[in-house]
């Protein structure tokens, strides 16, 4: 494979250091290789066919692909996308590093049960309060592996709001697994096959409009289907984009709100803001529905990540967690509420781990508490 490309762009590299100190896991870990110029350096090798060490892959998986370096990049260079193409190229070459391995056997399980090792495919609508929907829609609501799986508490909030606003949608019960870590971990191919089988499923059912829980899946669908099999007649959404109109409509008649002491910070997932631009909608929604809205002094473009992303944690669980624990140290609030789903199990485990004492929400589950006389945010 050429790639000239590639290594044009990783020599534009002029090692100024400025991503340095917005790189998380630089800062967080402070080892050599964990620096986006040791992977853009590493993933030259890779392009060159050059030998790797342990330590230099090790650095190239703890990529968070949060692209917090392409955006004080001089030259704004790609890293994340550079470390991804790298990724896939020692994927292919089926290079026997542990961690090239491993990101291939999940990959290939994704493949095979359609999800990413969360549960059972038979036990992905076990969180519906009642039979399965059927309903015939050109909006299809996509719920997602974590909600389904493990998240279960996201994924009923989600869909009862949806309900509760009067949105017209389906549910697809052959949904799998977006895609998502198949193509972010460079598997091209595999990604291809799973978003050519999805299109199918898509085309099947007359779908012509998707909402997302998650903003992996919203960048899947909205980004990099496209990208990969061509152009998609599909309008992508997310679950803040759709329920906003709702929310502005009822809060000039509605008595229902939380109680203005109630006072939470907004955290802006990754793909969701800093990637694809979506930073108001939540926010608009939280103080529709009544909560005292605070700020970190990171937030929207600067937001720093989770630590959840790049698949870290599944290769460096005590990384993430310090990643995590040093975006809630910036938190001054006891609550914390994010719209991603990731980024709620991130927060989650980590305030739990490292005792920060803070509670996270997803925001369907605080919009929802502010629509219903029985459900409390506590």
């Known amino acids: 494979m050429d790639f000239d490309n590639q290594i044009a762009e990783v020599d534009k590299c002029m090692e100024c250091?400025?991503?340095?100190?917005?790189?998380?896991?630089?800062?967080?870990?402070?080892?050599p290789f964990y620096t986006p110029v040791a992977r853009l350096k590493t993933a030259k090798k890779i392009f060159q066919a050059e030998e790797l060490d342990l330590e230099e892959v090790?650095?190239?998986?703890?990529?968070?692909?949060?692209e917090r370096c392409t955006s004080v990049c001089p030259e704004e260079i790609n890293v994340s996308e550079i470390v991804r193409q790298a990724q896939g190229e020692l994927t292919r070459k089926e290079m026997h590093f542990p961690l090239v391995e491993k990101a291939k056997e999940q990959m290939d399980l994704i493949?095979?049960?359609g999800n990413p090792q969360l549960?059972?495919?038979?036990k992905r609508w076990e969180w519906l309060p009642e039979e399965f929907p059927?309903?015939?829609?050109?909006?299809?609501?996509?719920?997602?592996?974590?909600?389904?799986?493990?998240?279960?508490?996201?994924?009923?909030?989600?869909?009862?709001?949806?309900?509760?606003?009067?949105?017209?949608?389906?549910?697809m019960r052959e949904e799998v697994c977006c895609g998502h870590y198949l193509y972010n971990m460079g598997g091209d191919d595999l990604a291809r096959e799973q978003f050519e089988e999805l299109k199918e499923n898509f085309s099947k059912y007359g779908i012509k409009r998707i909402i997302t829980v998650c903003p992996g899946c919203y960048r899947t669908f909205k980004d990099w289907f496209p990208q990969m099999i061509g152009k998609v007649d599909l309008e992508v959404l997310h679950l803040s984009q759709v329920l906003l109109p709702f929310f502005r409509m009822r809060d000039a008649t509605s008595k229902r709100k939380l109680s203005d002491d109630f006072q939470v910070?907004?955290?802006?997932?990754?793909?969701?803001?800093?990637i694809e631009g979506i930073y108001e909608?939540?926010?608009?929604?939280?103080?529709?529905?009544?909560v005292r809205l605070s700020e970190m002094e990171e937030n929207r473009e600067e937001a720093p990540c989770c630590g959840g992303g790049g698949g870290v944690p599944g290769n460096f669980l005590d990384l993430a967690v310090d990643i995590g624990g040093q975006l809630l140290d910036g938190i001054s609030t006891d609550n914390v509420v994010t719209s991603c789903p990731a980024c709620f199990l991130r927060l989650n485990h980590t305030s739990k781990k490292r005792e920060k004492g803070k509670k996270t929400w997803h925001i369907s589950r605080v919009l929802l508490d502010s629509l219903d006389e029985k459900r409390q945010t506590k």
């Open 17 to 31: 250091e400025i991503c340095f100190e917005v790189c998380q896991t630089c800062v967080a870990a402070k080892k």
């Open 281 to 290: 909608e939540p926010r608009d929604l939280l103080r529709l529905c009544g």
């Open 58 to 66: 090790e650095g190239l998986y703890s990529c968070l692909k949060c």
């Open 265 to 274: 910070t907004y955290q802006d997932p990754c793909e969701l803001g800093r």
């Open 119 to 122: 549960g059972e495919p038979e």
């Open 134 to 171: 059927r309903h015939e829609s050109d909006t299809l609501f996509f719920v997602g592996c974590l909600p389904s799986f493990w998240l279960k508490d996201i994924a009923l909030s989600s869909y009862l709001l949806l309900k509760k606003a009067g949105v017209d949608f389906t549910m």
């Open 111 to 113: 493949r095979k049960t």
